[in-house]
């Protein structure tokens, strides 16, 4: 069993920059990392994901260019840096992990954190 605990969130203005972090409780190694939001009434959305140890990324497209994954694996922890935010990215965010590959579906996702909630004020 992993556990993963996200954490950064808050309230922001529309331009501003957050930085979220996930830590995983074990099994850091071989593990590809996807951060996920979901809005109220809204299907559960990909944001970015990471492989290990950290060579190779994916991004939405509705944030690419403006949110940046990565990770430290001495510390199990991988973030999300968001920048330019919108209001459009108001969500709870959530980060999961998988053993197998380099994904942006949920399905391929097998732990999942609690999420943390990112809200951006127009």
């Known amino acids: 069993q992993v556990q993963l605990v996200e954490s950064g969130g808050g309230l922001v203005q529309a331009g501003d920059s957050l930085r979220l972090s996930c830590t995983l409780s074990a099994r850091t190694v071989n593990s590809y990392v996807g951060w996920f939001r979901q809005a109220p009434g809204k299907e559960r959305d990909a944001v970015a994901a990471?492989?290990?140890?950290?060579?190779?990324?994916t991004y939405a497209s509705s944030v690419k260019g403006r949110f940046t994954i990565s990770r430290d694996n001495v510390k199990g922890m991988v973030s999300l840096q968001m920048d330019n935010l919108k209001p459009e990215d108001t969500a709870v965010y959530f980060c999961?992990?998988?053993?197998?590959?380099?994904?942006?579906?949920?399905?391929?996702?097998?732990?999942w954190g609690q999420g943390t909630q990112v809200t951006v004020s127009s």
């Open positions: 999961a992990v998988n053993y197998r590959t380099l994904s942006l579906s949920v399905h391929d996702y097998v732990y």
């Open positions: 990471i492989s290990w140890p950290g060579t190779r990324t």
